[in-house]
């Protein structure tokens, strides 16, 4: 357990624009920043962070919530696991306490891996400075025509010729080889008495950051060139652990994804080199798939900043053959997809050395294809003039434009298409339809066995009071549907914590003739709405509602007496989800109010206070007398054969009207009698 204060600090540290930033490029807009929504598809930006309340709110999709909870969405981590993300992120030390020794390894693990690599990192750098690594390592990156500022950026490095130099260092500054083994670097050895030998040896190193900048594997090229009579690999790769899952990173993302959310486009390339190289020019939109071809993972991150890819490589025939695989995926994304062959003999890498920036800028936009048309002009060369072969094409092109979600989209290509084989497109619309219902048939069986594996696997989950794990989903309907016991009463509650949560610390300056006004006391809109709740003694129908507004009481009134920011700032760093979300729906200025909201039409923001908070608490009030009303009602139809108990319900019922009707008079909503 991360003790409570060291979770304060934490909080205090985090910067929501700064946390929400390693992910989502922003744009300042007043004291605010926008984005497009990383959780939904949409053009124009709908995403809002505001730095001065600490959260994030998506105005298209509903999804909002603090830097912990953004941490938990976007990144799937657990609620612990976001707040060791922050505190590594601020550099703020976590002493545990109660943890039993299980959690202390599985945790330790984790970071271990994290801090294992960081120290192999630093030592591969380091290593490029040795006699050894100047004459060959940083001769080798000069030689590519790397420059000295790209070398250290990227953190590119040397491994020591000797098998077990990092093993040493790693060793004597403390680090288990257990880690050393786990993250890959080093290997298990069945000589010399079975200790730890490195597994980067005599190679360059070009270290892999994740999207969030950590390094989480190695790749490293070795420098002979007769090396497959040496018997050894060209690249040798970091294997797969806790951190690093090949499918699920791109080469270059760290550095990339701010230029390909500012850019609106991907370049995809193949190799270390090809990133380097382009970005060096001025390119820095530019990531590789790094030998893998690429995986669905790989593209959803891609989606995270961008819509449009475009694949670059060789024109040579591997070339091409490499860019065709995978294509069907990003289509199925609704990405664009397009493709530039570098001319023969040319690489990215190469390219881009050998030409100006503005030049490979203008090749690229005067080659880029659309990658459907280069797949169909590609095939048709191919073909010829054999029929059974131009059967097979158009079969397949119908199948790759299956794969395209928008129906507009797929419709135009039908009909370039059908022109280019010079057939009816209505054809190649037969075929494309007859695939899309295959695939539809596929995908429902399944997201049948998805939703049903799911929905077992997480139920233990939900056991406890306050579901732990994940987020609660905001649902495009009313996303206060899944926390609501009671509907009467659920939109004037939200509408109290609103005002809580918004202006809770703010004064309400009653005018000399109100029947609220009091000399001797300044009254804030808490004290009268505690006021009012305690005078009647009242609770919240929804206890969701009554667990936020009684951390809200209690903050408020403690000796402490933080200020109304630091309150919501707890409430939206709550562990518990309900809290999170309820208070980060609740303390944006632009929720929906269910009040007739008399804001625009007064000036100051008191005088909307003092009209408003009382009203509000007279629309409860009313609710509440509905909500007597359906009970008294529902007894009424149960007991309809017992007399003495109609009498008094019936009764209990005039008696509610009759209040009722006082409250509504006093609203306005109907004359008083
Ligand atoms: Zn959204």
Redesign the pocket.
């Known amino acids: 357990m991360i003790p409570q204060e060291t979770v304060g600090k934490i909080l205090d540290a985090s910067q929501i624009a700064e946390v929400v930033g390693d992910f989502v490029t922003l744009k300042r807009r007043g004291g605010d920043f926008v984005a497009c ?1 990383p ?2 598809n ?1 053009k124009t930006p ?2 809002h962070v505001s730095p001065t309340r600490g959260i994030y709110k ?1 105005f ?2 509903g ?1 909002a919530g603090s830097s912990v909870g953004f941490l938990m969405e976007h990144e799937h981590m657990t609620y612990t696991e976001a707040l060791r993300y922050l505190a590594n992120k601020y550099h703020i030390e976590i002493v545990e306490k109660d943890e039993t020794p299980e959690e202390i390894a599985a945790r330790q693990r984790g970071e271990s891996l994290y801090i294992v690599s960081d120290f192999a990192s630093k030592f591969f750098v380091n290593a490029l400075s040795t006699t050894e690594g100047r004459s060959i390592g940083y001769a080798y990156f000069k030689s590519r025509g790397l420059t000295d500022e790209t070398i250290q950026k990227y953190g590119l490095g040397w491994a020591p010729k000797s098998k077990h130099a990092l093993t040493d260092a790693a060793t004597m500054a403390g680090y288990k080889a257990e880690y050393l083994v786990e993250t890959g670097l080093c290997a298990q050895t069945q000589y010399e008495g079975g200790g730890v030998m490195d597994r980067f040896y005599d190679r360059v190193i070009f270290p892999i950051h994740s999207v969030s900048g950590r390094v989480i594997a190695f790749g490293g090229r070795t420098l002979y060139s007769d090396y497959k009579e040496k018997g050894i690999g060209k690249y040798v790769n970091s294997k797969e652990s806790e951190i690093y899952v090949k499918s699920r990173s791109l080469y270059g993302i760290w550095f990339a994804k701010n230029e390909i959310a500012k850019k609106d486009k991907c370049y995809l390339v193949e190799g270390y080199l090809d990133v380097l190289s382009m970005h060096q020019l001025g390119i820095t939109n530019v990531v590789a798939s790094s030998g893998t071809s690429l995986t669905e993972d790989q593209i959803k991150i891609i989606k995270r900043f961008t819509n449009n890819v475009t694949i670059m490589y060789d024109g040579d025939a591997a070339g091409i053959h490499a860019a065709m695989r995978g294509i069907g995926m990003i289509l199925k994304e609704g990405m664009d997809v397009k493709i530039v062959l570098i001319p023969d003999g040319d690489d990215p890498d190469s390219y881009s050395r050998k030409h100006t920036l503005s030049e490979v800028e203008s090749f690229i936009a005067a080659n880029e294809q659309d990658f459907i048309q280069f797949k169909t002009d590609l095939l048709l060369k191919d073909a010829g003039d054999d029929p059974l072969k131009r059967a097979n094409l158009i079969n397949d092109i119908a199948d790759t434009i299956a794969e395209i979600p928008d129906a507009v989209k797929r419709s135009v290509y039908a009909d370039s298409c059908g022109r280019k084989f010079n057939i009816d497109s209505q054809i190649l619309f037969a075929r494309i339809k007859s695939t899309m219902e295959k695939t539809i048939v596929d995908e429902k069986l399944s997201r049948s066995r998805a939703t049903y594996s799911s929905s077992v696997s997480s139920a233990p989950a939900q056991s406890t009071g306050t579901p732990s794990g994940r987020p609660l989903q905001a649902v495009a309907t009313d996303p206060f549907d899944l926390i609501e016991e009671n509907k009467v009463l659920g939109p004037t509650e939200r509408d109290i914590l609103y005002f809580l949560l918004t202006h809770g610390s703010d004064p309400m300056e009653f005018e000399t003739d109100s029947e609220f006004y009091n000399p001797d006391e300044q009254t804030s809109v808490a004290d009268f709405i505690c006021g009012s709740f305690e005078e009647d003694n009242l609770r919240f129908y929804n206890s969701a509602y009554q667990n936020v507004y009684d951390l809200y009481m209690d903050a408020y009134y403690s000796e402490e007496a933080p200020s109304q920011d630091t309150i919501v700032r707890r409430l939206l760093n709550s562990p518990d989800d309900k809290v999170r979300f309820i208070s980060s729906q609740l303390s944006m200025e632009k929720y929906q109010l269910t009040v007739q909201s008399f804001k625009d039409s007064l000036t100051t923001t008191s005088s909307w206070l003092v009209v408003s908070v009382p009203r509000l608490l007279l629309n409860n009030l009313e609710r509440r007398i509905d909500n007597q009303l359906n009970e008294v009602k529902k007894s009424m139809a149960e007991k309809k054969d017992d007399m003495a108990a109609q009498m008094s319900l019936m009764e209990e019922f005039m008696a509610l009207t009759e209040n009722k009707k006082l409250v509504r008079a006093k609203l306005g909503k109907e004359r008083e009698d």
């Open positions: 929504c959780f939904h949409e709908s995403f998506c298209g999709c999804k």
